[in-house]
């Protein structure tokens, strides 16, 4: 599905006439969103939304925007010995990156690939980019704790993590 969203997300920006691109990506949203990629799947949970919620909440961007942003720097944030095998699959699988490198390498490309791509499409990455500024970063990491649940993610997420992964997004 990843591949699928990329491959016709640029087809979409450089054509959004391009119907056969638009259903396709269309079809990727739908699978994405109703839980059938998830079943036999390990854990997971939508870390990256929770904290964007509050991003788009108190600020006027778009929940895209707001994820192109913060997902790099939480995956940057959650590598370790027990994230590692997660990160290799996906560089591997998603971006083609050669399976017989270091793990650490692939997982570290995996993160960088992840961040080019979003800045391929001509999607801002950093939050100053949009208009945010540290200015209310701590309320929002406080927000995000209390209401999102992201101490029970994969990996789990508490307030200091939080501030640090909106700070790193700066």
Known sequence: MLRSLMANGR????????YKARA??????????????????????WPCHGIEHALSAYYDITH????AIITPRWMK???????????????????????????????NKAIEA???FFESIGIPMHLREVGIDESRLDEMAHHIAVNEGLENAYAALIEKD?????????
């Not at 895209?64 to 994820?67: I, R, Y």
């Not at 939080?162 to 700066?170: D, F, H, M, Q, T």
Request: net charge negative; proline share 3%; charged share 20%.
């Open 11 to 18: 087809k979409c920006i450089e054509n959004p006439e391009d």
């Open 24 to 45: 396709e990506m269309m079809l990727a949203c739908t699978y994405g969103c109703n839980g059938i990629l998830a079943l036999g799947n390990s854990e997971s949970g």
């Open 64 to 67: 895209g925007e707001g994820l």
């Open 77 to 107: 944030h959650i590598l370790n010995e027990h994230t590692l095998p997660r990160f290799v699959k996906y560089g591997v699988n998603v971006f083609g990156i050669d399976v017989s490198l270091d793990e650490w390498t692939i997982a």
């Open 114 to 116: 992840t961040y080019a």
């Open 162 to 170: 939080i501030k640090e992964i909106l700070v790193a997004s700066l």
